[in-house]
């Protein structure tokens, strides 16, 4: 599976390239961002090229996406943990009752030991 992802990042990668290098002039031109709040505040950038606000968004979308992945892994690394805490749990408690079952598993085959030897129960005969 890892190769898979990595073909298909390279593939991505090549196409962005190419794309880039059709679209030169257009990606080139410079673009101003403006952010108006209501009156309050107005934000206006410095011209940026095309190419930067598309690279700076992908990046931005990059590291948002690590971050949720990075949260959701300790999440699940923290639940295994906490499951292997407690399965060794169970398991020393297991480990615990078993002489106990093995005690009384001996003395049950004694008792059915003691009557198979005693040999069939007679039956009462009509008569």
Known sequence: MRYVIMVFLLVFFFISIIFFY????????????RWDLLDFYSFKSIPLPFYFIVLA???I??????IYFLLEKTRVYSNLRKMKKENKKLQQELSLLRPQEEE????????????STAGPTPQPSEG
């Open 22 to 33: 059709q679209n030169g002039e257009a990606l080139a031109t410079e673009l101003v961002l």
């Open 104 to 115: 009384e598993g001996e003395e049950e085959s004694e008792n059915t030991e003691y009557a």
């Open 61 to 66: 979308g990059s590291l948002i996406t690590i």
């Open 57 to 59: 968004s992908f990046f």
